[in-house]
C-alpha cells in the first residue's frame, strides 16, 4: 500500500543529512589505521548489510516499515542507507584503536548495538522511520547484532589473511 | 520448486565462482560484490516500486527465490564476469565473456519470469536485456574505479 508521510523537507530530511555530514567529517579526520581499500570494505559493509536487511523486511511480502517520506524509494532514502557507512567504519576503527581483546567482544558488539538502537529510535522519532504491520524497535536489535558480529568477523578474518601474507614473505 | 531451482543456480554460481582463476585481490572482489549488490538491489526496488515496470511476488517462498536471485546470483555472476573481463588482454575474448555472461543473466532473469518470481506488464525481453547491459555496465565501470585505487595506501 503506497502512503504519502509528509511532502516537505523537515526534521527526517535534516537528520539523514546531518548524519551523513558527521559521519564522513569523522572518517575523514581521524588518523588513519587501514589502507583505502580495507576502508572501503569496512564502510560499504555495513551499507550492503543495511540495505539487505531494509529491501528485505521493508517491502512486500514482509512491509515492516517505510524509510522517510513515502513508501516509494527515493534519494533520501538512499542517503539514509550512506549514512550506516560510517557507523560501520567508527565501530571496527575504535575496536582497532583501542586493540580489543577477544574477550570483550561481546561487551563491545553489544555497547555498539544500543547506540545502533538509539540512533534507530531518535531517526524513528524524527520520522525516518515509520513502522507497520505491528513492527517494534527492539525488533532491529537481533539484527543490529548480527550485523555489527558480521562486520567484527570480517575483520578478524582481513586481519587473519594479512598476517598470514606477512608471514609468507 | 522454484526455491530449490534458484538455490541450484545460486550454488553453481558460487562453486564456479570458487573454481575459476580469480584476478583481482580479496579486498578488490569484496568491495565489487558489496556495491554490485547495492546496485542490483537499488535496480530491482527503484523498478519494482517506483516505475512498476515489474513486480516480485508476495508468496513467502516466491520471495525468498527472489531474494536469493537479486542478492546473491547477479551479483556473483557480475563479479565474475569483472574477474574475466580483467584477466583477458584480447578485445575478442573480451567481447566473448560479455556476451556470454549477457546471455546466461538474461536466460536466468527469463526463467525468475517464467517460475513467478517477477511479473512484468511491458516487454518483458526488452526490459531484462536493458537492465542487464545496465548492471553489466555499471559492474565494469566500478571495477574500472576499484582497481585504480591505490594499494596499501591508508585513508
Known amino acids: 500500500m503506497y502512503i504519502i508521510y509528509d511532502r516537505k523537507f523537515n526534521s527526517n530530511e535534516w537528520f539523514v543529512i546531518t548524519s551523513l555530514i558527521i559521519g564522513i567529517i569523522l572518517v575523514w579526520k581521524l588518523p588513519k ?3 583505502i581499500k580495507e576502508s572501503l570494505v569496512y564502510l560499504i559493509y555495513f551499507v550492503f548489510v543495511g540495505m539487505i536487511f531494509d529491501h528485505t523486511i521493508a517491502i512486500e511480502p514482509f512491509d515492516y516499515y517505510d524509510v522517510n517520506d513515502s513508501s516509494a524509494y527515493q534519494l533520501m532514502d ?6 550506516f557507512g560510517p557507523f560501520g567504519y567508527l565501530y571496527i576503527y575504535f575496536y582497532d584503536f ?5 574477550r570483550y567482544n561481546t561487551f563491545y558488539i553489544f555497547l555498539w548495538t544500543m547506540s545502533a538502537l538509539l540512533m534507530e529510535y531518535v531517526a524513528h ?5 515509520h513502522y507497520k504491520n505491528g513492527y517494534e524497535i527492539y525488533y532491529s536489535f537481533p539484527i543490529y547484532l548480527a550485523m555489527l558480529s558480521s562486520l567484527l568477523y570480517l575483520y578478524k578474518l582481513l586481519n587473519l589473511k594479512k598476517a598470514n601474507e606477512k608471514s609468507n614473505l | 520448486m522454484a526455491v530449490g531451482l534458484f538455490v541450484f543456480i545460486a550454488w553453481v554460481v558460487i562453486s564456479v565462482y570458487f573454481f575459476v582463476p580469480i584476478q583481482l585481490s580479496t579486498l578488490d572482489n569484496l568491495i565489487l560484490f558489496f556495491v554490485f549488490t547495492i546496485i542490483s538491489m537499488n535496480i530491482f526496488t527503484i523498478i519494482d516500486l517506483n516505475l512498476n515496470l515489474i513486480q516480485h511476488s508476495n508468496k513467502k517462498e516466491m520471495f525468498v527465490s527472489f531474494w536469493i536471485h537479486r542478492n546473491i546470483v547477479i551479483p556473483l555472476i557480475l563479479t565474475i564476469f569483472v574477474n574475466f573481463t580483467d584477466s583477458f588482454k584480447s578485445k575478442v575474448y573480451k567481447l566473448i565473456v560479455s556476451v556470454s555472461v549477457f546471455s546466461i543473466l538474461l536466460l536466468i532473469n527469463l526463467l525468475a ?3 513467478g518470481l517477477m511479473t512484468c506488464g511491458s516487454n518483458l525481453y526488452l526490459g531484462s536485456a536493458i537492465l542487464i547491459m545496465v548492471a553489466m555496465l555499471l559492474a565494469f565501470i566500478t571495477m574500472k574505479l576499484v582497481t585504480k585505487l591505490p594499494e596499501g595506501e591508508s585513508m
Not at chain 1, 538512499?78 to 549514512?83: E, I, M
Not at chain 1, 583501542?98 to 577477544?102: A, G, L, V
Open chain 1, 98 to 102: 583501542f586493540k580489543m581483546k577477544n
Open chain 1, 33 to 35: 589505521r587501514f589502507s
Open chain 1, 78 to 83: 538512499f542517503l539514509s542507507y550512506l549514512t
Open chain 1, 125 to 129: 522519532a524524527l520520522g525516518v522511520y
Open chain 2, 113 to 115: 519470469f517464467r517460475v
